[in-house]
């Protein structure tokens, strides 16, 4: 299995440019998350699905959208990036957590705007 | 809302020395816990998890956590530490199933543990 693959590993944008993080997980995982990491403060939600075709906000979801047509992926698109949005984008996905292993992290997208 | 504090930023130990990690959570109810760790450069890797039962509950790499009600806390250990655990370490929270489910976990800053040879 490859558990949650992220791509692309590392993305330049100038401001104003629009782009899609791809997130795709091969454990038939209801839940799918995006959270950003950043220096000191932790890993906060950005948005966050709880099975296909049902999505909802996280703490910080202002300039991002998302979709979930399959229960495989999730892509979280940046409208307009902004040099704020500058930062590491990891997605997870997990079973309902009673019984689950608790998420399980992709390696992360490192982005740049510039 | 909940929240989760891990006061210390930075620790440093000895390789062989034993560690604590604090971690500390404000929640209007029992909350499923969690420890993950992040290597440089890596995701997060799943260290250990409390849903209910027996409060102490051992992970990977022979980490352990206690679960303290009365403290809020949920405190990561490990009695020898070796130069590989460099690394951070994230304390997360979430939702009881019971209490209504859902996977929003709320993570902590971190903790950077530095592991002198």
């Known amino acids: 299995n490859a558990g949650v693959t992220q791509t692309p590993k590392f993305q330049v944008l100038k401001t104003g440019q629009s782009m899609t993080l791809q997130c795709a997980q091969d454990?038939?995982?209801?839940?799918m998350s995006w959270y950003r990491q950043d220096p000191g403060m932790g890993l906060r939600l950005i948005h966050y699905?709880?099975?296909?075709?049902?999505?909802d906000q996280g703490e910080v979801p202002n300039g991002y959208n998302v979709s979930r047509s399959t229960t495989e992926d999730f892509p979280l698109r940046l409208l307009s990036a902004a040099p704020s949005q500058t930062s590491v984008y990891f997605c997870?996905?997990?079973?309902?957590?009673?019984?689950?292993?608790?998420?399980?992290f992709g390696s992360g997208t490192r982005l740049t705007v510039v | 809302a909940q929240s989760v504090t891990q006061p210390d930023i930075h620790i440093t130990v000895s390789e062989g020395a034993s560690l604590e990690l604090r971690c500390n959570y404000s929640?209007?109810?029992?909350?499923?816990l969690f420890w993950y760790v992040q290597s440089p450069g890596q995701g997060l890797q799943l260290l250990l998890k409390?849903?209910?039962?027996?409060?102490l509950v051992q992970g990977i790499k022979g980490f352990e956590a206690e679960f303290k009600r009365s403290q809020s806390s949920f405190n990561l250990r490990k009695p020898s530490v070796h130069w590989s655990d460099a690394a951070e370490y994230f304390c997360?929270?979430?939702?009881?199933?019971?209490?209504?489910?859902?996977?929003?976990?709320?993570f902590g800053t971190g903790t950077q543990l530095k592991v002198e040879l």
């Open positions: 409390y849903f209910s039962g027996d409060t």
């Open positions: 929640y209007g109810a029992t909350p499923y």
């Open positions: 997360a929270v979430g939702p009881n199933i019971l209490t209504g489910g859902g996977n929003k976990l709320t």
């Open positions: 454990m038939n995982h209801e839940y």
């Open positions: 699905s709880v099975g296909a075709g049902i999505t």
């Open positions: 997870a996905s997990s079973y309902r957590l009673e019984g689950s292993g608790g998420y399980t």
